[in-house]
Every structure is written in structure tokens, then in C-alpha cells.
């Protein structure tokens, strides 16, 4: 660790002087070295061989700050990073800013800075910007986090609602639910047998090898055949298949024995008299894909360690009236799954 003569953030810290550069050079730049960072601009000079690509922001007030599975620092970079790859991106740089409360300990803060570099090293994306500020004690709940984000749109690439059509079949990577369920169980000390656990982690790798260029025949219907992905995070599964649904004006019809849960996030549910579908994620895509190449792009998600538990929950279909999300059951029946009215929970991202 940086040695410093203070054990908590001052209210010093954010004010632009000496003990901001300190923050800045004994914490901040040892866990982000790189070229772009080292300058210390005002803002990052970039070179990137490619004039077309996507760029996001987002801000992360989770609590507890540290969770199974992950912490605001990881949570931070994965969500910044999946917002890219689901718009066929690969990400390359990102802008770091930091809100801290006075008081908070400089331990935690340097778990959390450790856990951002490791993230950022394993996604291979690079931290070139960022800010800190310091606020009173109880102005942010101690550590607020906004994050920006730059990728390179993948060449041949062009996913929107627009190319989605009838028979388009619907791929999710994983279990759903076990992001929002880990964060209210850990918040309210609820335990289970099987320990619930995040499925916080940045998806580009396993993206990018679906949409990567056709390199053989054999290929040629796994990267084409991908119409549109997004990442079901506040308001889970059931938000992003309406907003599909809303965007469209087609209907879709999934399978509850094909959509994947884990036993523990099941449980925490049904305890809590929360319905699944509507339970943030932080680890998953959905994909809209041709019929043709569904089976190719399962495969490729199965041979990668991020989808070993994918399946095809459904497909889009014709409305018979207005556009739907409707659920064929285990029991056989059929249900309406409508969008979200609210949070269901509060502080997960």
C-alpha cells in the first residue's frame, strides 16, 4: 500500500492541493499506470484507429459497498465495460470519479482502487481519466463512484431493434437474479445453505467472440445472425424484453423451464416475494438471433466461462393484439409478464 500519514479521506483532499496531488500520485496512478493517465491533462488524447465508436457513462451508489461476489470498485468497471459490448463495442478506455465522504477510510479505499486496476487489467481496458471529490460526512454514503466509457465498434457490426424479426430466437448467457437477490440478502443478513453470490463480471470477451468478422463458412451465421443484445440490469429480464416488445411492436414468448436460476436466487425470491424476472443482473446479456445461427452462437457462449449456463428462452412472435412479453409456465399455462412499475430494490448499482 501507498504510504501516507492519514488514515481517513479530509475534506483537504478534494480541494486541488497538496494533499489532492498526494491522493492523485500515492493512490491513484500506482494502481493505473499508463501513458494517457501519466499526463495528468485535463482531459485524455486518445489515438484510436477507428472512426466509429460508442461511448457511455454511469454512476454507482450500491450499498454495501462489498458483497459476495464483488464491490463497487468491480461493479463500477463491469458495468461500464458490458454497456459497451452489448452495443457490439470493444472497450478500450475508461474516465474514473471518485465522490468520498469525509472520514471514509483510506483501507477501504484502496480495496476498492485495487479492485477497479484488477478489473480494468482483466477486461484490457485502461482507467485515462477521472476526478475526486470530497463532501461533508453523510453528503454521499461514503464512496459514489461515475464512470465513462470508450470502445471500438467491431467491424461489420450493426445491431439495433430495427433488425429484429419474426422467429428471432432470445439467448441469455446465465442464471438471472443473482446480482439484486445477493446485494438485499447481504444487506438484510439473510444466509442461505448455497451461498448467493454476484454474477458481477464484464462480458466484452465473450461479446466480441460472437460478433467477431467471419472467418470461415462454417461461421458465417454466428456474428451475422446477432440482430440486437442488452444487458438486463435494473429491472432485470422482464424491462429488457418489454423495452424489446414497446421498440418493436412484436410480440415475444418465453419458456420458464428454459430460463436458468440458481436454487439460492430462486429461494431468496420467493422468500422476499420478489418475482425473479424483474431482479437486476450485472454478468448477463440478451441476444436476439436468427433462427439460422441460434444453436452456433449457444455454442459460443457455452465454450466460454461466461456462458456455460446460456440457453435459448424463446423467440419473437406475431402479436395477436397489442405486443406482449408472455411466459409459457412449468405448469403449462401462460402468463403476461409486463414491465416493471418501479425499483424493486433500492441501491443495487
Known amino acids: 500500500m501507498p504510504v501516507t500519514k492519514y488514515d481517513r479521506i ?53 450499498k454495501p459497498l462489498f458483497f459476495s461476489g464483488g464491490d463497487i470498485g468491480k461493479l463500477a468497471v463491469c458495468g461500464t465495460i458490458n454497456d459497451l ?27 476498492i482502487l485495487a479492485s477497479v486496476a484488477e478489473q480494468a487489467q482483466q477486461n484490457k481496458v485502461d482507467v485515462v481519466t477521472g476526478d475526486i471529490k470530497t463532501v461533508e460526512a453523510g453528503a454521499a454514503d461514503q464512496i459514489f463512484i461515475n464512470t465513462a466509457g470508450i470502445g471500438i465498434r ?65 461461421d458465417r451465421n454466428v456474428g451475422s445472425g446477432i440482430k440486437f443484445m442488452r444487458d438486463p440490469t435494473r429491472g432485470g429480464l422482464a424491462a429488457t424484453l418489454n423495452e424489446i416488445v414497446k421498440a418493436t411492436g ?32 450485472e454478468g448477463k446479456f440478451v441476444a436476439i438471433v436468427s433462427p439460422e445461427s441460434a444453436d452456433k452462437c449457444l455454442n459460443v457462449c457455452k465454450n466460454h466461462w461466461l456462458g456455460k449456463k446460456a440457453k435459448i428462452i424463446g423467440q419473437v412472435c406475431q402479436s395477436r393484439d397489442l405486443p406482449t412479453v408472455e411466459m409459457l409456465t412449468k405448469i403449462g399455462g401462460r402468463r403476461i409478464v409486463q414491465m416493471p412499475y418501479g425499483r424493486e430494490l433500492p441501491r443495487i448499482c
Open 10 to 62: 479530509l475534506l483537504a483532499h478534494g480541494g486541488g492541493g497538496q494533499l489532492t496531488d498526494e491522493l492523485i500520485r500515492q493512490h491513484i496512478l500506482p494502481r493505473f499506470k499508463n501513458d494517457v493517465l501519466a499526463q495528468l491533462g485535463d482531459s485524455a488524447k486518445l489515438n484510436l484507429a477507428s472512426n466509429s465508436i460508442c461511448f457511455t457513462t454511469d454512476s454507482y451508489v450500491v
Open 85 to 111: 459490448a452489448v452495443a457490439g463495442s470493444r472497450p478500450v478506455a475508461l474516465a474514473l470519479s471518485l465522490i468520498i465522504e469525509e472520514g471514509f477510510e483510506f483501507d477501504l479505499l484502496e480495496k
Open 154 to 218: 467491431l467491424p461489420g457490426v450493426d445491431l439495433g431493434f430495427d433488425k429484429i424479426a419474426l422467429g428471432d430466437k432470445i439467448i441469455i448467457n446465465g442464471t438471472i437474479g443473482d446480482h439484486g437477490m445477493t446485494i438485499i440478502c447481504q444487506r438484510k443478513d439473510i444466509k442461505f445453505q448455497s451461498q448467493l453470490k454476484s454474477d458481477c463480471a464484464g462480458l466484452a470477451d465473450l461479446t466480441c467472440q460472437l460478433l467477431a468478422p467471419v472467418s470461415s463458412v462454417e
Open 250 to 281: 412484436l410480440s415475444i414468448e418465453i419458456r420458464q423451464a428454459d430460463i436458468p436460476v440458481a436454487p439460492a436466487a430462486q429461494a431468496a425470491a420467493d422468500m422476499l416475494g420478489f418475482d425473479v424476472l424483474n431482479i437486476a443482473n
